[in-house]
DNA sequence: GTCGGGTATATTGTATACAATTATACGAGG
DNA sequence: CCTCGTATAATTGTATACAATATACCCGAC
């Protein structure tokens, strides 16, 4: 939610904030900065060649992303990820994906529907090839077209949300194991049923989608990377309110 | 989603930027501001006697709240509802709403609970004397327990959003109407299915009741409220892409 | 040694000046 | 009369100076 429709300044690359946005996104997404780590306008600021008033700018825009925290006075930190968080958000993806799938069922466009198709035959031969980059990429476009299939812009822009969120963790497991394999062919299932017109099918399928690779992830590691955190956040959580 | 917990800055009523930023969100809400209105920092920074700076700073945080959108050189504008993103976002608290009732009955404290029967009894005094402002207020915090109680701060965050998105709507067609009653009604029923254990109940039930409240929207009026503004809307969001 | 206060330092908050961009008005040319 | 372009004004974008606040450290009292 929030403000659903971003593309006028998420995309402006132009102006010194859309730089400096778009620059610390990529580092807190490809972990430069760690979690809990304190961001400071004026080392910021001196490392991009700007000046404090872009950087609090953009420091507004990541927090609106979820990735910083703001606390007045203070600083601002990158957001933690608990195991707990992971949980909810994945139980609520499961609804609203199921929700997404249905409604691309009777949405979806031609041209959409014939870069699913291609997305999931690229996947399978990167899978071949064992390209994980490749592989991630692809598993992430597919959900984009899905969401921008649904014809809802608030609908996508809120599981884009909560896709972008789980990104730091989602890659890291994704590319440890068989999943990739699995996770494609339930591409195929919820594409196929979608391609069919069922959309009560394509609704099940996301669903159980979401379920699956939460059930992944859990298995594969997810305690041993977020579980120390969880302990810590929740401290945060309680000695600040 | 984005940040999910606010609890720092939204309540931070004791900087600049933290006044004006609440002082906008209530013109937003009451009307003062209507859809599309572009809000400029020079006149409401002189109208509350503050600076340029701490406007803009709230203009974003206005932002990742939704109510109002800023475009890059060209400025802050408050943010339209369509009668399709009121359907949306209905959907989409159907689902959430059973979720967080299904996650309630298993996590709600005993405090919540004693609040939310006391919510509906206060609710019902007030049906009676037809305090429409009374009802509004309760209405809105029988869901507020409601999400504080699901124990998940993703899951709460992101149906306030929703909520708060919808209220400029919301409180028009609840004060108009016998709707009161049986949204009240419906509040009892999910109260005693949590009470009760059944979460499976308590979820449909939920499900249920945004459905109704969504339907009871469209037969009153919502299509003359927000009908013309779709299609401006509509407009604007073709000729920008 | 520990606790408390107070000063110094670092960091964020705000105001203001200036630059860049966009909107508006007006006049020249067709 | 209309259109286009230029000049002017209005508005947002950025840098910087100063204020307020929080943090760290030192020192003295007990």
Redesign the interface.
Known sequence: ?????K???AN?KY?LR?RVFQRLREDILSGKYKEHEELKEVAIGEELGVSRTPV??AF??L????LI?????KGAYV?GITA??VK??Y??RS??EG?CARLATEKISKEQMEEMEENIYLADFHEDKGHLDQIAELDNRFHDILYEACD????EH?LK??HR?VLRVRQKTLATNTRGRASNDEHRQIMEAIKSGDAGLAEKLANQHMINAYDNMVKNGLKEIYGENAEESAKE?TD??
């Open positions: 939610m929030t403000n659903y429709d593309k006028y300044d402006d102006s859309g609090r700018e507004r825009q927090e609106l992303e979820g925290r703001i606390v007045p006075n957001t707990k968080d909810d958000i139980m609520i609804l609203l929700l809802s812009k608030l609908l809120t949300d909560f969120y959580n600040t309110k």
